[in-house]
């Protein structure tokens, strides 16, 4: 049991944490879920990361800072002293409430129309959101205060990290209880860094059919470590960039720049397939009737196999998307 001092300097600190986030009105609380719209919409979209959008819509460090706040000493003593005021006190429940009400509004209203979109219209998705990321790296560098040796570093190195990670090639892997949970807390960091999607990073680690087979088959076992997994990561990240935010801001920004930069070969609109994701056995593993592209090499669009119009057509969106970074960081200003 904790003893009285320290509950009262537990209390103290919830107070303080409370007090410090911004007053919000309900206005503004739609405007969190609506990004939470633009951050789903992203996570459903495979290479493209839920994170880069919290990032480009500037509540990125916020997101990381409430989550940070699960895995800290005065939430954990709350939580097992079962003083729920006290809970909801420290936590910034409102915030992710709005912004988590909004990723799942997206993943169940926009997901059908992203898989038309994706099967059907690729080149212009990828179009849409390659003029969104490219807009992103440039307005996100103007909260670096100084571009020193070391954040220009960590920004090269952070670029080249997620360059080589996006076209790398799926492994086959275990099974085993212990590499589900590792899989499902590597996913979910990948999910919150801007650049790199948690989708994908599962088709690296030879666990995305695995884990979309217990999802049709209702294996709730599986599906539990691979949750279990995903909670651990998601704090555990959520306190190192916390800390490296507070520490190395403007390092840790440009890693961060970095990342996205990195991604643009992933989000490139013009592609050629050239393999698939197979089983022990040497078929085609399919989702939805079509087969999982594991790899793919990036071309030039020619006006002879694509058409001029698609080529213009995307170019419109790349500029649409690239448009709508620099309005969103305008009125975030003017704010």
């Keep these: ?22 007053t919000r009105s309900l206005t503004a609380y739609l ?3 609506l990004r939470g719209v633009a951050m789903g919409a992203a996570d459903v979209v495979p290479g493209v990361s839920g994170g880069t959008m919290a990032f480009i819509l500037g509540i990125y460090e ?3 800072d409430s989550i940070r706040a699960v895995g800290q000493p005065p939430f954990i003593k709350a939580v097992l002293g079962f003083r729920i005021k006290e809970i909801f006190a420290i936590l910034n429940w409102k915030f992710l409430l709005a912004v988590g009400t909004g990723i799942l509004v997206a993943i ?3 997901a059908s129309i992203l898989e038309y979109l994706l099967e059907n219209r690729p080149v212009y998705i990828w179009s849409f959101f ?3 990321v490219l807009a992103s790296v440039f307005t996100v560098s103007k909260r670096i205060g100084r571009w020193g040796s070391a954040a220009i570093t960590a920004g090269i190195l952070a670029a080249i990290g997620a360059y080589i990670l996006v076209g790398l090639v799926p492994a086959q892997t275990t099974n085993a209880w212990w590499f589900l949970i590792l899989s499902g807390a590597i996913a979910i960091c990948a999910m919150i860094l801007p650049g790199i999607s948690g989708s994908f990073i599962l ?5 995305y059919q695995y884990v979309l ?5 209702r294996d709730f076992v599986t599906l539990g470590l691979v949750a279990f997994g995903a909670l651990i990561g998601i704090v555990s990240i959520a306190q190192v960039l916390g800390w490296l935010f507070k520490n190395y801001h403007d390092v840790t920004v440009a890693a961060l720049i970095g990342l996205m930069f990195g991604s643009l070969r992933k989000v490139w609109p013009w592609k050629v397939d050239v393999a698939w994701l197979t089983d022990a056995a040497g078929n085609f593993v399919l989702s939805d009737g079509h087969r999982i592209v594991t790899e793919q090499h990036n071309v030039l669009p020619t006006p002879a196999v694509n058409g ?11 500029l649409v998307g690239f448009g709508l970074v620099i309005v969103i960081e305008r009125l975030a200003n003017q704010k």
């Design 31 to 33: 405007g969190l879920m």
């Design 108 to 110: 169940f209203s926009l």
């Design 203 to 207: 088709v690296l680690l030879g666990k």
């Design 130 to 132: 390659f003029g969104l």
């Design 1 to 22: 049991m904790f003893d009285r001092r320290e509950m009262q300097k537990s209390e103290t600190m919830g107070a303080a944490a409370a007090a410090a986030r911004p």
């Design 308 to 318: 001029g119009g698609e080529i213009g057509m995307a170019l419109l969106l790349a």
């Design 213 to 217: 087979g217990a999802v049709n088959d």
């Design 62 to 64: 916020e997101l990381i």
